[in-house]
């Protein structure tokens, strides 16, 4: 997000895991672009200790589907790095600018 924010993008994260709502990101922020960042359990896993199983974190994935099924971009990161991640959504937003512009 501080990437973003440095690069003059208005980026905010939506956390709505545990919402029953599945518009909640459409409540909370009516975003120009929604930019959703999956990546599986065992991923999250190596990356940061979790307390939440497999079988609750598809529930989260469940629970997010709305925003997943609404997303001006999906990008699985099981395999990027948090650089190749920022570079793929500014690959993505830059396109987006040169279109609008």
């Known amino acids: 997000m501080r990437a973003l924010r440095e690069r003059g993008y208005n980026a905010r994260e939506v956390v709505q895991e545990h919402s029953y709502v599945p518009a909640m990101w459409q409540i909370i922020t009516q975003p120009d672009t929604l930019i959703y960042l999956d990546v599986s359990w065992e991923a999250a896993r ?7 199983g497999p079988a609750r974190w598809e529930e ?41 512009s």
């Open 46 to 52: 190596l990356r940061r200790p979790t307390d939440a």
């Open 60 to 100: 989260q994935a469940h629970r997010l589907r709305h925003a997943r099924q609404h997303a001006h971009l999906y990008l699985d990161t099981d395999d990027l790095t948090p650089q190749e991640v920022l570079e793929r959504v500014l690959a993505f937003l830059d396109a987006g600018r040169a279109v609008g």
